[in-house]
């Protein structure tokens, strides 16, 4: 096996027995492996691992690399920050996007999204532990932003992403994904959207939270790709 063959099972153990711990079915946590800043070999060699599912940050990189890999049926999430001018490249080459933040960047998405391709999947990006400078929509706008993302016809409405801050300690990580959860249940219900399933939380370090707390997809980069 190669190394990102042996860490990407040691991640799915780790998903496996948090899932186990919190009393979830098995596989009912998928994993986007988050390839930024490593080549096209890296994601070759995990998908020959199995994983199907890559999520990017920094837009251009990622494109260069879903170009490069054409051939491959993979799944591309865009997980960074979205700027304008940049959304028309995110419409043309991502299968979903966890971080829209704004209406204006959905609209964008919608209207530029290539009528030959399937809607765009997406999720909105919360910022669950109220950081003033950082990015995501605050959790009282949350409900307004997804009627009307919901409304836009070359998107789908998937669920929320949220990266909250690192804090120390099991305890505190679960209270503070369990806010997401909260809010995400809180949204489904208000929403009745058959699809508004996934609430993409938890990362290398804190996945095991996440899962406890309901995660239904975590990204996980250093523990599959190595330090960046
Ligand atoms: C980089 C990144 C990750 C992966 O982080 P690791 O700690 O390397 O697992 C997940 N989500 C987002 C939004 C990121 O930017």
């Given amino acids: 096996m190669t190394l990102i063959a042996e860490n990407l099972r040691a991640v799915q153990d780790r998903i496996q027995q948090a899932c186990q711990a919190a009393g979830r079915p098995a596989g009912s946590v998928r994993l986007l492996a988050v390839s930024k ?10 998908h020959g691992a199995g994983q199907t599912a890559f999520g990017e940050n920094y837009i251009q990189e990622a494109v260069d690399k879903i170009t490069a890999l054409r051939g ?20 043309e080459h991502f ?38 400078t950082k990015s995501g ?15 836009l016809p070359s ?13 120390e300690g099991f305890e505190a990580e679960l209270a503070l994904h369990r806010r997401a959860t909260t809010l995400f249940e809180h949204l489904k219900a208000e929403l009745a959207l058959p699809q508004f399933d996934t609430l993409s939380m938890g990362m290398t370090a804190d ?3 996440a899962i406890h707390a309901g995660s239904t997809l975590v990204r996980v980069g250093t523990a599959i790709f190595g330090k960046r």
Wanted: charged content about 20%; glycine content about 6%; proline content about 10%.
């Fill in 72 to 91: 491959l049926p993979l799944e591309w999430h865009c997980i960074g920050p979205i700027q304008s001018n940049k959304t028309r490249l995110v419409a």
């Fill in 137 to 151: 929509v605050q959790p009282n706008e949350v409900l307004a932003l997804a009627r009307a993302v919901a409304a």
């Fill in 207 to 209: 996945l095991e939270a």
């Fill in 95 to 132: 299968d979903w996007v966890h971080s829209v933040d704004r209406l204006k960047i959905a609209q964008r998405l919608s209207e530029q999204r290539p009528a030959h391709l399937p809607p765009l999947q997406v999720c909105l990006q919360v910022n669950t532990d109220g950081g003033p």
């Fill in 155 to 167: 998107l789908v409405l998937r669920g929320l992403m949220t990266i909250p801050d690192p804090v």
């Fill in 37 to 46: 800043t490593f080549g096209p070999d890296a994601v070759r060699e995990a």
